[in-house]
């Protein structure tokens, strides 16, 4: 009953929102929850670049956050398509205004350009973050090394790179692997006969052999492959292995779907079928958040397409532990289909795609970035980054021009992170053949300004030898009835990863309990905080710590 | 360590003031209305420091409501809300809404908050059963297993008592900044001592890139935020303890927490009535609360007992009470900013008005009273620390009474009780259900063990100069 009414209301948000002049007034008073003000200040924050590029770069173009020279504040390296990828150090303070510093990268162009995605990992565990480059040819490991230096690891690590046209990325240390497997997805294979329709290259896993050092010389083939353009590893069954999910783009696959493969240690990957209660779906898949909207374990996936989103839930009707899927992507207004503001009515074009909890209210929002192709008329021109927040019976609603995200650029690739590490998250997105826009989050808007939000917490895991930043790790959050889950994942999003504090609002809890699942399935005593503070919590100890900036 | 009375979360109070409830709140419009609250005080007019006169009228205000007997018309009960401080829905609607164990259980602040004034404590009959209100929000049953039975606390001088904490946590974040540039800077860890104001919170270690170690903190939360409030010294704030109690005894929910902003309702209890108390209503409230004027150390007129009581002060130092119960602690300043510094979301914090405001209680003709130090510092009488200190063993366990901890704070552990007032405030314990200082004395275990001890060896004649000294420490009426 509660999501027929919120269908109702949804249905009248979008009467008024396809209006020629899409009231904000309206939409403001529908929402009661606080607006972040995101405002765009790449110019100042230091940040000049572009992704750029022909038809190969009309995809990718991705962000990566993560901590380079062990102050904690998220640092940002950016791909350019035909422009190199560039380094950015985070310089910010308690100023009013986050600021990076360009750092030059000692590494060729020959492996900086062509570079269409990039996603953090710690590769070898040696405690400094890896990125891993894809690329329109052959991919490419920079190992990270003290103080933002970073070094070609394509020979020290056997690996090979490949010559496909890669657009996603995921990884995940397989039980008792010394180091992750990684999985590469490639796009279309330009040189097959009849290119580029029908002619997705097949995607790739590789793991890792030896235990002193990486080697990942032997790579699997994952076939057929459709053409992806987001993947990520999920525990979608709570089985404690994850799952490969793909997202692929049914442009220029034939006979094509959404993919998800199970890959159980030692063992060849296997794709889920009909049999196994896998439906067809055919999308322009351009990107996967996961999120875990009602906390019951099993997440919720948005993809991203041309036209709809979709927002998948597992289907409790159905039979145990069969993935299978419902679209509620409509009931919950997450569809975000056209552009919501603006007089152009043609579809939308969705890529990078996450979820997070811009105003810390406790709820899961969910960012989308957007934009055309290129000059594709059938689709919205104008097609603004959308901000849904969430609300409290399970619905979106549309804040994106509210908060200041909808400027007329082509998004592509973004991250989410809080770069000042205020509490906030702040929001940057890689936009093609135009600036990147960094949006730093001021607080809720209000007629005087803005006020802070609610209150938060930002979690860091740790635990010795491999897989040191736990990634698959699942955080309970708990305050009084209330649980929020997160995951540490290396994947998924559209070419753009995140590696760091894991940020969780609490809306008006002032304290929670932490427990953790560490990757090898082993629970954590529950650790008990205070909310707004930075919690470092150390696999085997009692007691959490705090860190402070 | 003398452990007495501290209520629980209760802001309630029973109508002890003679003037009928709805006689000096502002008027009703309709003088007939049912609804006790008159017009609600709006937060945009309370900006800055305000004048004597605006101060005055806003303590009218928080007057006229803390003695207000709420009723259905302004929503009282909470048919669908639980107890919780953490908005949080029933399962399935109440049949009875006034319940004296989950609540609500009172009718106005001053149904509890009466003796021996408004503002002041209350006996047995005003205890309150504090439960978190997650898990068996609803019980019928005094079982120790479902609720922490506890008595309710004064609130005179409470606005000096917040400003102590304010000062005290504002001091060790300094030493905890501190601390942690030393770290940064030498590369090497720094081990800090947390002293304020001659308390001693243990220490923390602070690593050279940003981690602080709290393993070794004393009778605070790991935030290093005093919350002097409440029996468990759980809360921070009068204006949290306000929006907790107006839910938890009332079913009256301030929309700064049950609001729209942050349940999605603007009715989040489903008793029919919307935004029942605004943040300007609070704020009222809490200056009432932080102008109530302190308790006092009176000079007996009987000879005797000024005597007995001088002699008592001595004992009180020499067996260690004093350790805990600090005679007085100094305060710097008496400006007290509503919403205060430390608060969390779902408690009004700075910012979230257009401008905020300032109660500058040195207005109040008690501040001119208050003695002060060589240094010019506020000397504020209350006999505590601000800290919470364990106070059962397994010899004299009567204060370890309580089956759930609270907040993180375990079951046997409580915040010092401050002692002025006490003579003024029985019964003792955190239950009430000790009703002479000798007995509560007695039970008191765990860290005031030594001094307990020593309280039942000295002379009988020291032991009753003591309870004539405490016998000194009374709420003016």
């Known amino acids: 009953m509660k999501y027929f009414q919120s269908v109702l209301a949804t249905g009248s948000l979008v009467i008024s929102v396809s209006g020629v002049h899409a009231g904000e007034t309206d939409m403001h008073q529908q929402l009661s929850s606080d607006i972040p003000v995101l405002g765009e200040q790449a110019a100042a924050a230091g940040i000049d670049h572009h992704y750029r590029g022909p038809w190969e770069y009309f995809v990718g173009g991705g962000a990566a956050s993560f901590d380079c020279n062990g102050d904690r504040f998220p ?59 894809l690329r329109v040819g052959r991919n490419v490991i920079l190992k990270g090394g003290p103080d933002c230096s970073f070094t070609s690891a394509n020979r020290a690590f056997s690996f090979d790179g490949g010559r496909a046209w890669t657009t996603g990325f995921a990884a995940t240390f397989e039980k008792d692997a010394p180091f992750p497997s990684l999985a590469f997805g490639n796009y279309v294979d330009r040189s097959a006969p009849g290119s580029p329709w029908g002619t997705c290259h097949d995607n790739i896993l590789v793991r890792p052999e030896g235990r002193e050092q990486p080697n990942y010389s032997a790579a699997e083939a994952l076939s057929p492959g459709y053409c992806a353009l987001s993947m990520i590893f999920t525990d979608w069954n709570r089985s404690g292995t994850p799952s490969l999910r793909i997202t692929n783009d049914r442009h220029y696959y034939r006979d094509g779907e959404e993919q998800m493969w199970r890959v159980d240690p030692g063992k060849a990957p296997r794709l889920y079928r009909r049999a196994d209660g896998w439906k067809r779906v055919n999308i322009w898949g351009m990107g996967i958040a996961e999120g875990d909207i009602d906390a019951d374990g099993y997440p919720e996936y948005a993809l991203t397409s041309m036209g709809d989103t979709k927002l998948q839930t597992l289907d409790t009707e159905a039979e145990e532990g069969r993935p299978v899927y419902r679209d509620i992507a409509f009931e919950r207004n997450a569809t975000a289909h056209r552009p919501y503001t603006g007089s152009d009515l043609k579809p939308s074009t969705g890529w990078h795609s996450e979820f997070a909890d811009f105003n810390n209210d406790g709820l899961l929002d969910l960012f989308i970035a957007k934009g055309n192709v290129e000059k594709m008329p059938d689709f919205a021109d104008f097609d603004p980054d959308n901000l849904l927040l969430g609300q409290h019976d399970g619905t979106f609603i549309e804040a994106g021009h509210l908060s200041g995200i909808d400027l007329d650029r082509r998004g592509r690739g973004a991250a989410v992170a809080d770069f000042d590490l205020d509490g906030n998250l702040d929001l940057v997105v890689v936009n093609r053949e135009a600036p990147v826009s960094v949006f730093h989050n001021r607080g809720g808007r209000t007629d005087w300004g803005t006020r802070p939000l609610g209150n938060w917490l930002q979690i860091e895991l740790q635990q010795d030898g491999a897989n040191r930043n736990a990634v698959g790790a699942t955080i309970l959050v708990k305050s009084g009835n209330e649980t929020r889950l997160r995951k540490i994942q290396t994947g998924g999003g559209h070419a753009s990863g995140h590696s760091g504090f894991i940020h969780v609002g609490t809306g008006v809890a002032e304290r929670a309990q932490i427990r953790v699942q560490w990757p090898d399935g082993e629970w954590s005593p529950a650790y008990r905080v205070f909310a707004n503070n930075f919690v470092i919590i150390r696999r085997g100890e009692a007691t959490a710590k705090y860190w402070y900036r | 360590m003398l452990f007495r009375a501290l209520t629980a979360v209760g802001l309630s109070f029973t109508l002890a003031t003679a003037a009928p409830a709805n006689a000096q709140q502002a008027a009703h419009p309709e003088p007939w209305s049912e609804a006790a609250v008159g017009s609600h005080v709006d937060q945009e007019m309370l900006q800055g420091v305000l004048t004597k006169s605006q101060l005055q009228t806003l303590i009218e205000q928080g007057k006229a409501l803390f003695v207000a007997k709420f009723t259905t018309a302004d929503g009282v009960g909470r048919p669908m809300a639980t107890q919780a401080i953490i908005p949080t829905k029933r399962k399935r609607p109440l049949q009875q809404s006034f319940q004296r164990l989950p609540g609500t259980d009172s009718n106005a602040c001053s149904s509890c908050h009466n003796d021996p004034i408004a503002g002041g404590a209350g006996d047995f009959v005003t205890n309150v059963f504090v439960s978190e209100g997650f898990t068996n929000a609803d019980f019928d049953t005094s079982d120790p297993q479902f609720s922490n039975e506890r008595n309710t606390n004064h609130l005179m001088g409470a606005g000096l008592v917040e400003l102590l904490a304010r000062e005290m946590t504002a001091d060790l974040h300094a030493q905890r900044t501190d601390a942690l540039r030393a770290a940064r800077e030498t590369g090497a ?14 220490k923390i270690i602070a690593e050279p890139d940003g981690i602080v170690d709290l393993a070794a903190i004393d009778g605070i939360d790991t935030d290093l935020v005093i919350r002097p409030f409440s029996q468990k010294g759980v809360i921070g704030s009068l204006r949290q303890f306000t929006v907790n109690a107006l839910n938890h005894h009332h079913g009256i929910q301030a929309t700064e ?18 935004d029942e108390l605004t943040p300007g209503d609070v704020s009222a409230l809490v200056a009432w609360q932080a102008t109530r004027k302190p308790p006092v150390e009176i000079e007996p007129a009987n000879e005797e007992w000024r005597q007995l009581s ?25 400006r007290f900013s509503d919403p205060g510094p430390f608060d969390a979301a779902g408690t009004l914090r700075p910012g979230e008005s257009r401008q905020d405001a300032v109660y500058d209680l040195a207005l109040t003709e008690w501040a001119k009273l208050l003695p002060r130090d060589e240094n010019d510092a506020i000397l504020v009488p209350l006999f505590g620390d601000l800290k919470r200190h364990k106070i059962a063993d397994q010899q004299v366990s009567a204060l370890g009474n309580e089956l759930l901890g609270q907040r993180f704070v375990d079951r046997d552990v409580f915040m010092t009780s401050e002692l002025w007032g006490i003579a003024s405030t029985g019964p003792y314990g955190h239950r009430g259900d000790l009703t002479t200082l000798d007995e509560i004395i007695r039970v008191h275990g765990g860290d005031a063990r030594q001094s307990r001890d020593r309280y039942v060896a000295i002379d009988e004649e020291d032991r009753i100069a003591l309870i004539a000294f405490l016998k000194t420490l009374v709420i003016e009426q």
């Open chain 2, 257 to 274: 927490r049950f609001g729209k902003r942050w349940t999605g309702e603007a009715d989040f209890d489903e008793d029919g009535v919307a």
């Open chain 1, 75 to 133: 640092d940002l390296m950016l791909a350019g398509g035909t422009d190199p990828t560039q380094l950015f150090v985070n310089t910010s303070n308690a100023t009013d205004s986050l600021r990076f510093e360009r750092r030059p990268l000692a590494i060729g162009d020959a492996e900086l350009k062509n570079v269409t995605g990039i996603y953090p990992i710690d590769i070898d565990n040696d405690g400094h973050r890896d990125v891993v480059l």
């Open chain 2, 310 to 334: 001088k002699r008592g002060f001595a004992v009180f130092a020499d067996i260690g009470c004093a350790d805990c119960h600090r005679p007085s602690l100094p305060l710097n300043g008496l």
């Open chain 2, 189 to 202: 860890p720094v081990t800090v001592q947390l002293v304020t104001k001659g308390i001693d919170f243990g």
